[in-house]
């Protein structure tokens, strides 16, 4: 149980395109999805914390309007990467929480990022 | 001072070796500490949590020294298959729940 799936797993796109990446609980209903960024060699680092039906909470220096949230049911979230740079290549990873204990968290397997 | 902080290693071990990770902290009032393994291009996967008594899960103990602000984990009996990187993660007090996770520390077991 306990599975969460994102898709693309991997996209290329040419800079000043939008990507969509969706991120779903397949067995449960996650009360808080997050979505997390990871350049090479770093560390994952919180970009956002979504609950369904109300808008985001955005992390400091992570633009909103340039990463639009969006957590229309339980199961699903997405992040759209609005006019890509070639600087927001990366691998963006999603989790989604169980309960209300935010460390109950089940990562999807990510999907990279390539922007040319 | 970063939040989580880690050696990057490499660690490079013989099979069969006893290896000790450790990581810092600088919220002293974070609630919830995790130790997570992160292999090549996947995603994180929990692999302990860390209470204050110490805990032991078969090769593995992690060890909390709250005075420190201090994680360890210890990997007994290395496998080839342990050889991954080790994040340590952190839950601030009053975070809601968001993680926080160090650069991560890489092992790699050789045969």
């Known amino acids: 149980g306990a599975v969460v799936s994102q898709h693309p797993s991997w996209v290329i796109c040419k800079s000043g395109t939008s990507v969509k990446i969706e991120c779903r609980s397949l067995?449960?209903?996650?009360?808080?999805m997050f979505w997390y960024r990871q350049f090479p060699k770093q560390s994952l680092m919180l970009m956002a914390t979504?609950?369904?039906?109300?808008?985001?909470?955005?992390e400091q220096g992570v633009e909103k309007d340039k990463f639009l949230i969006n957590h229309a049911s339980l199961t699903l979230s997405t992040l759209t990467v609005t006019s890509a740079h070639p600087e927001d290549s990366s691998f963006y990873i999603c989790?989604?929480?169980?309960?209300?204990?935010?460390?109950?968290?089940?990562f999807g397997p990510g999907t990279r990022l390539t922007v040319t | 001072r970063k939040e989580v902080e880690q050696d990057p290693g490499p660690f490079n071990v013989p099979e069969g070796a006893t290896v000790a990770f450790n990581c810092t902290y600088s919220?002293?009032?974070?609630?919830?500490f995790f130790w997570y393994r992160q292999d090549c291009r996947k995603e994180p996967k929990l692999l302990m949590s860390?209470?204050?008594s110490g805990n032991e899960d078969g090769r593995f103990t992690a060890q909390l020294n709250r005075a420190s602000q201090y994680i360890s984990l210890l990997i007994r009996d290395s496998k080839l298959s342990d050889s991954a990187t080790y994040l340590c993660v952190v839950i601030p007090r009053g975070s809601q729940g968001n993680l926080i996770f160090g650069k991560g520390t890489k092992l790699s077991v050789k045969p």
């Open positions: 979504s609950n369904e039906g109300s808008k985001a909470t955005y």
């Open positions: 067995d449960f209903q996650a009360t808080t």
């Open positions: 989790s989604a929480s169980i309960g209300s204990a935010g460390y109950e968290q089940y």
């Open positions: 860390v209470y204050s």
């Open positions: 919220n002293s009032a974070s609630q919830s």
